[in-house]
C-alpha cells in the first residue's frame, strides 16, 4: 500500500488491521462505520486497538530491547 511504502521509507513501523477488520465486520460494516463518511465508528476504533495493540507491545519492547543493548 502507497501508507507501507511511506512508513518504511521513513523507518517507522506499520501495521495495516484493515484485513482483520474485514473479517470481523463481515457483511455488517455499517454497525463499524460512520456513515457516508467511511472512518470507524465507537465500535470499529475498538477492533482498531484490540488489533493493533499487540503490534504496539512488540514494537515497544523491541525499542526497550534495543535502547539496553
Known amino acids: 500500500s502507497g501508507a507501507r511504502a511511506f ?7 506499520f501495521f495495516d488491521p484493515s484485513a482483520h477488520m474485514r473479517k470481523i465486520m463481515g457483511e455488517h460494516r455499517s454497525e463499524y462505520i460512520l456513515e457516508d463518511d467511511g472512518h470507524p ?10 488489533q493493533i495493540t499487540p503490534f504496539l507491545v512488540e514494537q515497544v519492547d523491541e525499542m526497550l530491547r534495543n535502547k539496553s543493548e
Open 7 to 13: 512508513f518504511e521509507e521513513l523507518n517507522v513501523p
Open 41 to 50: 465508528n465507537e465500535k470499529g476504533a475498538a477492533i482498531i486497538a484490540e
